[in-house]
């Protein structure tokens, strides 16, 4: 995911800047609240930044997102996080994004 090259308007920039959000939200408020726990399919911000992105949604399933395609609130299907989730796996993601973000710069 990190290592493809995207260039035009800095699409695979704002995409991991995205999935970043997602997976801090999921660390420092997903105990708390489970709103941060779930990521609407149909969001205009994940179906634009995240959905075209190669590996995009790849990366939140190998996390620990799972996708579920029957819950009425989302038609377009939502990715939700199960609890416990990997705290340690979720900090090294961060890690490789803030990596992955500064190489960008």
Do not use: C, W
């Not at 290592?3 to 995409?15: D, F, L, P, T, V």
């Not at 377009?76 to 989730?85: I, N």
Request: aromatic fraction near 8%; charged fraction near 30%.
């Amino acid at each position: 995911l990190f290592e493809h090259r995207y260039s035009a308007g800095g699409e695979g920039e704002k995409a991991i800047k995205l999935l970043r959000i997602y997976v801090k939200n999921v660390l420092e408020k997903g105990e708390t609240d489970e709103k941060f726990l779930r990521i609407n399919m149909g969001n205009k911000h994940f179906v634009k930044r995240v959905k075209p992105l190669k590996g995009g949604t790849s990366l939140l399933k190998a996390i620990g997102f799972e996708i579920h395609r029957d819950d009425s609130d989302y038609p377009d299907g939502v990715l939700k996080m199960s609890m416990p989730f990997d705290r340690k796996l979720m900090e090294e993601t961060i890690g490789a994004m803030q990596r992955a973000l500064s190489s960008m710069n």
